[in-house]
Protein backbone atom coordinates (compact mmCIF):
# COMPACT_ATOMS: atom_id res chain seq x y z
CA UNK A 1 0.00 0.00 0.00
CA UNK A 2 1.50 3.40 -1.42
CA UNK A 3 0.85 6.68 1.28
CA UNK A 4 -0.62 9.45 -0.57
CA UNK A 5 -1.73 13.03 0.26
CA UNK A 6 -5.00 13.02 2.22
CA UNK A 7 -5.81 11.92 5.60
CA UNK A 8 -4.28 8.89 7.05
CA UNK A 9 -7.34 7.22 8.42
CA UNK A 10 -11.15 7.92 6.87
CA UNK A 11 -14.01 6.42 8.66
CA UNK A 12 -17.59 5.92 6.68
CA UNK A 13 -20.43 5.64 8.13
CA UNK A 14 -19.00 3.01 10.75
CA UNK A 15 -20.72 1.04 13.05
CA UNK A 16 -19.31 -1.85 15.34
CA UNK A 17 -21.53 -4.25 17.76
CA UNK A 18 -19.68 -5.56 20.39
CA UNK A 19 -20.14 -9.61 22.00
CA UNK A 20 -22.87 -7.69 24.54
CA UNK A 21 -25.03 -6.83 21.64
CA UNK A 22 -24.52 -2.63 22.54
CA UNK A 23 -23.31 -0.61 19.74
CA UNK A 24 -19.19 0.13 20.78
CA UNK A 25 -19.67 2.67 17.61
CA UNK A 26 -22.13 4.22 16.15
CA UNK A 27 -22.22 5.93 12.90
CA UNK A 28 -18.58 7.44 12.97
CA UNK A 29 -17.57 9.35 10.25
CA UNK A 30 -14.51 11.58 10.20
CA UNK A 31 -10.81 11.61 9.74
CA UNK A 32 -7.46 11.45 11.08
CA UNK A 33 -4.60 13.49 9.80
CA UNK A 34 -1.29 12.01 8.90
CA UNK A 35 1.70 12.90 11.14
CA UNK A 36 2.51 14.16 14.34
CA UNK A 37 0.36 12.64 17.66
CA UNK A 38 -3.39 12.15 17.53
CA UNK A 39 -4.86 11.52 21.02
CA UNK A 40 -8.19 9.63 20.90
CA UNK A 41 -9.96 10.67 24.54
CA UNK A 42 -13.80 10.56 25.76
CA UNK A 43 -15.59 8.59 28.94
CA UNK A 44 -14.76 4.96 30.11
CA UNK A 45 -16.71 2.97 27.62
CA UNK A 46 -17.27 5.64 24.53
CA UNK A 47 -15.69 3.71 22.17
CA UNK A 48 -12.09 4.99 21.57
CA UNK A 49 -9.86 1.22 22.27
CA UNK A 50 -13.07 -0.12 19.54
CA UNK A 51 -12.31 2.63 16.94
CA UNK A 52 -8.23 2.06 17.38
CA UNK A 53 -8.51 -1.53 16.41
CA UNK A 54 -10.50 -0.94 13.37
CA UNK A 55 -7.86 0.67 12.35
CA UNK A 56 -5.56 -2.43 11.66
CA UNK A 57 -8.49 -4.65 11.89
CA UNK A 58 -8.05 -6.14 15.60
CA UNK A 59 -11.80 -5.05 15.30
CA UNK A 60 -13.63 -5.19 12.08
CA UNK A 61 -16.89 -3.19 11.51
CA UNK A 62 -20.66 -4.60 12.06
CA UNK A 63 -21.47 -1.51 8.89
CA UNK A 64 -19.32 1.23 7.18
CA UNK A 65 -15.71 1.79 5.88
CA UNK A 66 -12.17 1.90 7.25
CA UNK A 67 -9.43 3.55 5.24
CA UNK A 68 -6.16 3.70 5.47
CA UNK A 69 -3.98 6.32 2.86
CA UNK A 70 -7.09 6.29 0.74
CA UNK A 71 -7.70 1.97 0.51
CA UNK A 72 -10.14 0.28 2.29
CA UNK A 73 -8.57 -1.67 4.76
CA UNK A 74 -10.97 -4.56 4.36
CA UNK A 75 -8.81 -5.37 0.92
CA UNK A 76 -5.85 -5.24 2.18
CA UNK A 77 -3.71 -8.22 3.21
CA UNK A 78 -4.35 -8.13 7.34
CA UNK A 79 -0.27 -8.98 8.08
CA UNK A 80 0.97 -6.18 5.54
CA UNK A 81 -1.56 -3.96 7.27
CA UNK A 82 -0.46 -4.84 11.22
CA UNK A 83 3.10 -4.01 9.63
CA UNK A 84 2.54 -1.17 8.00
CA UNK A 85 0.32 -0.14 11.61
CA UNK A 86 1.65 -1.51 14.58
CA UNK A 87 -0.26 -1.66 17.95
CA UNK A 88 0.74 -1.73 21.26
CA UNK A 89 -1.63 -2.32 24.46
CA UNK A 90 -2.77 -1.14 27.35
CA UNK A 91 -1.24 -4.68 29.44
CA UNK A 92 1.98 -5.52 27.67
CA UNK A 93 2.09 -8.55 25.99
CA UNK A 94 5.41 -10.18 26.75
CA UNK A 95 5.68 -14.02 25.69
CA UNK A 96 7.99 -16.62 26.43
CA UNK A 97 11.78 -16.27 25.76
CA UNK A 98 14.35 -13.95 25.91
CA UNK A 99 13.92 -10.07 24.68
CA UNK A 100 15.74 -11.05 21.68
CA UNK A 101 13.19 -14.01 21.21
CA UNK A 102 10.49 -11.22 21.42
CA UNK A 103 12.20 -8.99 19.16
CA UNK A 104 12.89 -11.81 16.42
CA UNK A 105 9.30 -12.46 16.72
CA UNK A 106 8.63 -9.84 14.49
CA UNK A 107 11.28 -10.03 12.49
CA UNK A 108 13.13 -13.22 12.42
CA UNK A 109 16.01 -11.90 10.73
CA UNK A 110 17.00 -8.99 13.43
CA UNK A 111 20.83 -9.73 14.52
CA UNK A 112 21.79 -8.60 17.49
CA UNK A 113 23.40 -5.04 16.37
CA UNK A 114 19.46 -3.55 14.97
CA UNK A 115 18.47 -5.61 18.34
CA UNK A 116 20.22 -3.28 20.39
CA UNK A 117 19.56 -0.56 18.08
CA UNK A 118 15.76 -0.86 19.15
CA UNK A 119 16.11 -1.67 22.73
CA UNK A 120 18.25 2.04 22.45
CA UNK A 121 15.68 3.47 20.88
CA UNK A 122 12.85 2.43 23.57
CA UNK A 123 15.78 3.44 26.24
CA UNK A 124 16.62 0.13 27.07
CA UNK A 125 20.15 -1.12 27.64
CA UNK A 126 21.73 -4.09 25.71
CA UNK A 127 21.90 -5.89 28.50
CA UNK A 128 18.03 -6.46 28.34
CA UNK A 129 18.69 -8.74 25.37
CA UNK A 130 19.20 -11.97 26.95
CA UNK A 131 16.38 -10.99 29.86
CA UNK A 132 13.51 -13.57 30.39
CA UNK A 133 10.75 -11.28 28.48
CA UNK A 134 8.35 -12.46 31.28
CA UNK A 135 10.04 -11.49 34.30
CA UNK A 136 10.57 -7.83 33.03
CA UNK A 137 8.45 -4.96 35.28
CA UNK A 138 5.52 -3.89 33.84
CA UNK A 139 7.41 -0.76 32.45
CA UNK A 140 10.13 -2.49 30.57
CA UNK A 141 7.70 -4.79 29.59
CA UNK A 142 5.73 -2.14 27.89
CA UNK A 143 8.65 -1.06 26.20
CA UNK A 144 9.76 -4.42 25.28
CA UNK A 145 6.24 -4.59 23.34
CA UNK A 146 6.94 -1.19 21.76
CA UNK A 147 10.58 -2.13 20.65
CA UNK A 148 8.72 -5.38 19.04
CA UNK A 149 6.32 -3.57 17.27
CA UNK A 150 9.20 -0.73 15.63
CA UNK A 151 10.93 -4.42 14.61
CA UNK A 152 8.79 -4.46 11.46
CA UNK A 153 9.37 -0.92 10.43
CA UNK A 154 5.62 0.44 10.98
CA UNK A 155 4.33 3.49 9.72
CA UNK A 156 1.89 4.29 11.97
CA UNK A 157 1.72 3.15 16.15
CA UNK A 158 -1.53 2.76 17.80
CA UNK A 159 -1.14 3.22 21.23
CA UNK A 160 -3.94 2.15 23.82
CA UNK A 161 -3.76 3.58 26.78
CA UNK A 162 -0.14 2.46 27.33
CA UNK A 163 0.99 4.26 30.28
CA UNK A 164 -2.57 3.72 32.44
CA UNK A 165 -0.94 0.95 35.00
CA UNK A 166 3.15 2.27 34.91
CA UNK A 167 4.58 4.70 37.36
CA UNK A 168 5.05 8.48 36.73
CA UNK A 169 8.93 8.00 35.74
CA UNK A 170 7.89 5.40 33.25
CA UNK A 171 4.57 7.28 31.83
CA UNK A 172 7.16 10.26 31.30
CA UNK A 173 9.53 8.26 29.43
CA UNK A 174 6.43 6.72 26.82
CA UNK A 175 5.40 10.03 26.74
CA UNK A 176 8.86 11.02 25.51
CA UNK A 177 9.57 8.03 23.48
CA UNK A 178 6.05 9.04 21.41
CA UNK A 179 7.41 12.54 20.64
CA UNK A 180 10.27 11.27 19.55
CA UNK A 181 8.53 8.82 16.91
CA UNK A 182 6.19 11.19 15.84
CA UNK A 183 8.92 13.95 14.80
CA UNK A 184 10.93 11.19 13.60
CA UNK A 185 7.99 10.67 10.88
CA UNK A 186 5.56 7.79 12.46
CA UNK A 187 2.32 8.78 12.75
CA UNK A 188 1.01 8.00 16.79
CA UNK A 189 -2.62 7.56 17.60
CA UNK A 190 -2.66 7.89 21.17
CA UNK A 191 -6.17 6.17 23.30
CA UNK A 192 -5.86 8.15 26.55
CA UNK A 193 -8.35 8.70 29.30
CA UNK A 194 -5.88 11.34 31.08
CA UNK A 195 -6.91 14.92 29.57
CA UNK A 196 -3.73 16.61 30.75
CA UNK A 197 -1.45 13.63 28.89
CA UNK A 198 -2.91 14.69 25.56
CA UNK A 199 -2.94 17.90 26.07
CA UNK A 200 0.93 18.25 26.46
CA UNK A 201 1.49 15.29 24.50
CA UNK A 202 -0.90 15.70 20.93
CA UNK A 203 -0.78 17.86 18.06
CA UNK A 204 -4.59 16.96 17.60
CA UNK A 205 -7.02 15.53 19.64
CA UNK A 206 -10.05 13.82 19.07
CA UNK A 207 -12.90 13.88 21.23
CA UNK A 208 -15.39 10.11 21.19
CA UNK A 209 -18.74 10.54 23.26
CA UNK A 210 -21.16 7.34 23.27
CA UNK A 211 -19.39 5.15 20.58
CA UNK A 212 -19.03 8.68 17.59
CA UNK A 213 -16.98 11.95 17.28
CA UNK A 214 -18.03 14.76 19.14
CA UNK A 215 -19.19 17.46 17.83
CA UNK A 216 -17.30 20.87 18.21
CA UNK A 217 -19.17 22.24 20.86
CA UNK A 218 -19.80 19.07 22.78
CA UNK A 219 -15.79 18.49 22.16
CA UNK A 220 -15.13 21.89 23.61
CA UNK A 221 -17.24 21.00 26.58
CA UNK A 222 -15.68 17.93 27.58
CA UNK A 223 -12.35 19.25 26.69
CA UNK A 224 -12.85 21.91 29.26
CA UNK A 225 -14.68 20.44 32.17
CA UNK A 226 -11.64 17.93 32.20
CA UNK A 227 -9.26 21.00 32.59
CA UNK A 228 -11.09 22.13 35.58
CA UNK A 229 -11.24 18.47 36.83
CA UNK A 230 -14.87 18.49 36.90
Not at 35 to 61: E, I, M, Y
Request: charged share 20%; hydrophobic share 45%; net charge negative.
Amino acid sequence: MTARAGPLFEFEHLWVRGGEGRWRLRDVTGQIAAGGVTALVGPSGSGKSTLLRCCNRLAAPSKGTVRYCGDDVAGVDVLQLRRQVAMVFQTPIPLPGSVRDNLRLADPTLDDALANALLDRVQLDTGFLDRNATQLSGGEAQRLCLARSLAVGPDVVLMDEVTSSVDPRTRQALEQLARSLADGGISIIWVTHDLAQAQRLADAILVVIDGRFAGTEEAAAFLGEGAHGE
